[in-house]
């Protein structure tokens, strides 16, 4: 990862809006004072490994919300193929369109010389701190289940 030593927990999020698939603009801080944030940083629609994470994290989203968590995925993809994506796979959490990568770059996951932001996630409480965040050390990896994201939640 290019800026891997960059640690935000304790911090306040940085915050961002941008395109969804819920056909309007989503803002981080919107959720503030309402809800805990997972985002899940992740490289490409349609590649192998995001193909696996993205349904996982919207399979549980019934979990997530019990918790009083919101899930947000975010990619440099367009919200036309984030929506051709979800449709195929089943993928219902919100899926954001970083276009630019400006979002992955504020939380130090951009790989600017691939093009893509690396597969991070990030636990952003209600208050709008960052509680809990794992890069992966390749973009091929996957280690941060579901399940651990909402093991860190309940600790909260």
């Not at 019934?62 to 009083?68: C, I, V």
């Not at 367009?78 to 992955?104: C, M, Q």
């Not at 893509?116 to 973009?139: M, N, P």
Request: hydrophobic share 40%; with cysteine; glycine share 8%.
């Amino acid at each position: 990862m290019t800026s891997a030593s960059l640690n935000l927990v304790g911090q306040p999020a940085p915050d961002f809006t941008l395109p969804s698939t819920l056909g309007q603009d989503v803002t981080l801080s919107s959720y503030r004072g309402q809800h805990n944030v997972v985002l899940v940083f992740y490289p490409l629609d349609f590649s192998p490994v995001c193909s696996m994470q993205l349904p996982e994290y919207s399979g549980r989203q019934d979990d997530f919300a019990d918790a009083g968590t919101v899930v947000l995925g975010i990619n440099r993809d367009s919200v036309y193929a984030h929506k051709a994506w979800a449709a195929e796979y089943g993928i219902e959490v919100p899926l954001l369109a970083d276009l630019r990568l400006e979002v992955a770059r504020q939380y130090g996951v951009a790989i600017d010389e691939r093009g893509i932001s690396g597969r991070a996630v990030f636990l952003i409480d209600k208050e709008g701190v960052v509680r809990y965040q794992h890069v992966e050390e390749q973009t091929g990896h996957y280690t941060v289940r579901p399940e651990a994201v909402l093991a860190k939640i309940r600790e909260l």
